[in-house]
């Protein structure tokens, strides 16, 4: 079965560092895939996604993440953190044989020192 | 724009009671979507609407759980009769037909059961 793995469950970088946001799929075949994020008190919203169009993929605010194949992995970075970065990111793929329904990794809250 | 809204914010009922969740999608979204993360766990995948019709309703838990979505527009979720293991927080998605694109998300409804 496709699963998601996020590695770490909470993340604390301080401002200014690199945010590094791992994100491990199972898969053959390379799928659609997002990087969605939560605020405080907020819904689930979209960061970035890929389709298959380009391996490095640009997002919102800054984020970034790139496609390896062969590492079976869809990192998410982002140079410099600010502390309105801080909030829950949740990697998604698509299922492979419904193209809509999402499986989803368990989350990681990214926690930023001052 | 208005985006995904759900109704209520949050829900506290006693075990055996019956709680209904509503979902309003964005305009003109045909494909409608119910989530759930119980706490500590992944977003796990209930169920998904094309127009009216229930396309994939794999992931609901058992027959308490009644999802219906009238003249395909807005969507109700309704639990009946409630266990403690419902508890969580219940995500409404929509999105347009494109596999594999975004699916935009409410802010969600907490549900607690005592």
């Known amino acids: 079965a496709q699963s998601v793995t996020q590695l770490g469950s909470h993340v604390s970088v301080s401002e200014g560092a690199l945010v590094l946001l791992r994100c491990n799929y199972s898969?053959?075949?390379?799928?659609?895939l997002f990087w969605y994020v939560q605020y405080p008190n907020q819904g689930l919203q979209l960061l970035l996604k890929?389709?298959?169009?380009a391996t490095l993929v640009k997002g919102i605010n800054g984020f970034e993440a790139e496609f390896k194949k062969s590492e079976t992995s869809f990192h998410l970075t982002k140079p410099s953190a600010h502390m309105s970065d801080a909030a829950e990111y949740f990697c998604?793929?698509?299922?492979?044989?419904?193209?809509?329904?999402?499986?989803w990794g368990a989350g990681t809250k990214l926690i930023i020192k001052p | 724009e208005a985006g995904v809204t759900q109704f209520p914010s949050h829900s506290v009922i006693e075990k055996g009671q019956t709680v209904t969740l509503r979902c309003d999608p964005i305009?003109?979204?045909?494909?409608l979507y119910w989530y759930r993360r119980v706490m500590g766990k992944e977003i796990k995948f209930l169920l998904h609407?094309?127009?009216?019709?229930?396309?994939?309703e794999s992931g609901m838990p058992n027959n308490r759980f009644l999802a219906e979505r009238t003249g395909g527009t807005y969507s109700t979720l309704k639990v009946q009769p409630a266990e403690l293991e419902d508890s969580g927080v219940y995500f409404c998605?929509?999105?347009?037909?494109?596999?594999?694109?975004?699916?935009?998300f409410g802010p969600g409804t907490r549900l607690t059961v005592t």
């Open positions: 998605a929509s999105s347009l037909g494109t596999p594999g694109g975004e699916q935009y």
């Open positions: 305009s003109g979204h045909d494909n």
């Open positions: 609407f094309v127009k009216e019709s229930k396309q994939d």
């Open positions: 898969s053959s075949v390379p799928p659609y």
């Open positions: 890929y389709t298959s169009a």
């Open positions: 998604a793929v698509v299922r492979l044989d419904s193209n809509y329904q999402l499986i």
